[in-house]
């Protein structure tokens, strides 16, 4: 109901402003499309701008963190969107805003969207891992080259490799590069190149454009194609700022055509320069050897024993001759006491041999048996012996026995 209202009859402004409130509470959630302005985050609360996409209005926001991050694309300045949101009137300061209950991207951010949904489900089957990246040859024989006919990415890849390296070998193959029929296009050139076999680096080059007219670079066909392509593949699409899918299942990414062009071959003048300088420090370190060698043999001939070798020989040489000397003096010494020795020992043995007795007289009688008489008991008269002398021997008969009396 309309309040009763006049100038006796006046209504307290908190009754204004709680009719207000109630008003605008019955209106319910509704959608809304508009332009997100100067989001920002106070503990767990965002506070934002709504502005209308054609008029000049605009009215003011909140959201949980929650709701804001649960956004299929992130919300930032400029973001369109169409919200689910819920008019509110915060009557102690008069305050009119929007609570929002959900998020959408609309627009570009849908697009965005849809490219982070694809983007994570490719990579969740690691089509983008890093252990896929094929390194780039040094110097192709042939580079392949996908690109629009008589564009301006085209322009700059032949250029910039032709001034960077002017023998290259570059094979061209011409393909839509935006609209439906791109994705396609680029997958036939893209596999009539990685089938040829002196192809050995294959470019696809496009330049800047909206998301819309890249859109055909993050198409999930083309991916899978660039993966499992055999040939190693650089993409260069767009500027820096863009990255479309393809950047992310590329071999290599290359910032800009002109970049892929520094990135496939080498600078000749480079490569001269970098031979020259290797060329001089291997001329430098066989220098520094030789020398080194030279100085090592200069201070080998400088020793004495290489100064005059003979020198060595003789001061060793009358090492051997002196210690030969005192081996001779010391066998003639030791040859002279064992000398002496035997000549002892001979004059005892002598001395008790039995022909130093049998030469003062005795003699050795014998039986015929040939063992030694010794006594008259084993005698007879008639018996025959043998007596050993000094010089022989002689047989005698025994005739007569005498037994010397006993002292």
């Known amino acids: 109901m309309a309040l009763e209202t006049s100038a006796d009859n006046p209504a307290p402004l908190r009754s204004i402003s709680l009719a207000l409130q109630g008003w605008i509470a019955r209106l319910g959630a509704v959608w809304v499309e508009a332009e997100v302005v100067q989001p920002k985050l106070s503990g767990n609360t965002y506070y934002l701008t709504l502005r209308d996409l054609t008029a000049t209005m605009s009215i003011s926001a909140i959201a949980f963190r929650g709701v804001i991050e649960s956004s299929a ?52 089957e690691g089509l983008f891992e890093a252990r896929w990246k094929r390194p780039l040859p040094l110097l ?8 629009g006919k008589g564009s301006a990415a085209e322009r700059d890849v032949l250029q910039n490799v032709h001034d960077r390296w002017p023998g290259a070998s570059i094979v061209v193959r011409h393909a839509l590069m935006q609209g439906s029929q791109s994705a396609m296009a680029v ?19 496009r330049g800047g454009g909206s998301l819309e007219d890249l859109l055909p ?9 660039v993966h499992g392509a055999t040939t190693p593949v650089v993409s260069a699409i767009g500027h820096e700022p863009d990255v479309p899918l393809l950047d992310l299942v590329a ?9 892929a062009a520094k990135r496939v071959v080498p600078h000749v003048g480079d490569e001269l320069a970098g031979l020259a300088a290797t060329r001089e420090r291997a001329r430098q370190a066989v220098s520094a050897h030789l020398h080194r060698e030279a100085a090592g043999l200069a201070a080998l001939r400088s020793r004495p024993v290489l100064r005059s070798p003979a020198a060595f020989v003789d001061a060793q040489q009358d090492v051997v001759s002196a210690q030969r000397e005192r081996a001779r003096l010391a066998m003639r010494a030791r040859l002279n006491r064992a000398h002496d020795e035997v000549g002892h020992h001979l004059a005892r043995v002598r001395a008790l041999s039995p022909l130093a007795t049998m030469q003062r007289g005795y003699a050795v009688a014998l039986d015929p048996s040939g063992r030694a008489v ?14 050993h ?15 010397h009396p006993h002292e």
């Open 251 to 259: 071999d290599l990414r290359a910032s800009t055509p002109t970049d």
């Open 389 to 403: 002398l000094t010089d022989g021997h002689a047989t005698v008969r025994v005739t007569d026995l005498q037994e």
């Open 140 to 147: 192709p024989r042939s580079i392949g080259l996908v690109t």
């Open 73 to 124: 694309t992130p919300v930032t300045d400029g973001t369109r969107v169409i919200v689910h949101a819920k008019p509110e009137f915060y009557s102690p300061n008069g305050r009119l805003s929007l609570k929002v209950l959900e998020i959408r991207p609309t627009g570009e951010g849908e697009l965005l969207a849809q490219l982070e949904r694809r983007r994570q489900l490719l990579a969740a």
């Open 374 to 387: 010794t006594s008259m008991e084993s005698l007879t008269p008639g018996d025959d012996l043998v007596l």
């Open 217 to 225: 670079f993050s198409d999930e066909a083309l991916v899978r194609a």
């Open 187 to 205: 997958i036939g050139a893209l596999r009539e190149l990685d089938a040829a076999e002196h192809v050995d680096v294959i470019v696809i080059a």
